[in-house]
């Protein structure tokens, strides 16, 4: 997620895409298609991440530990612009890459086992004395 947060902050394009994604809702026949409708929600849960996050932390242009009330909460609403556009875009991306990112870790969790776990194991049978029994 950082990475993609800091690259989109080098290249700009994370207001771009996320307005690009908040300027369609006018009710054409756009908003009928599933993918606008999963992009807009995740637009609007990275919005308040951010916010919640900002808030936490003092970042993203917000300010730390301010609590704002429910007519601050809808000024905000539409207003994404640098910084938490950028972050609302990492957001997004990671919840698209979900199942690419699952499938990876699937299929590469046996040579993660064999290359990083299993030595340990057998340096730690080694260590403590023990005739390791390879598999």
Not at 34 to 61: H, P
Not at 124 to 135: A, D, N, Q, T
């Amino acid at each position: 997620m950082v990475g993609i947060f800091y690259t989109a902050r080098s290249l700009g394009v994370g207001e771009r895409v996320v307005n690009a994604v908040v300027l369609q809702r006018d009710g054409s026949i756009d908003d009928q298609y599933w993918v606008n409708t999963r992009l807009r929600s995740w637009v609007d849960e990275g919005e308040q991440w951010a916010g919640r996050v900002g808030r936490r932390y003092g970042i993203f242009g917000f300010e730390k530990g301010k609590v704002i009330d429910q007519t601050q909460t809808s000024e905000l609403s539409g207003k994404l612009a640098g910084d938490v556009a950028n972050a609302v875009l990492a957001y997004g991306a990671v919840k698209a890459l979900l199942p690419i990112r699952i499938g990876l870790s699937l299929y590469l969790s046996p040579m993660f086992s064999r290359t990083v776990v299993e030595p340990i194991r057998l340096g730690g049978l080694r260590l403590l004395g023990h005739r390791p029994k390879s598999m």
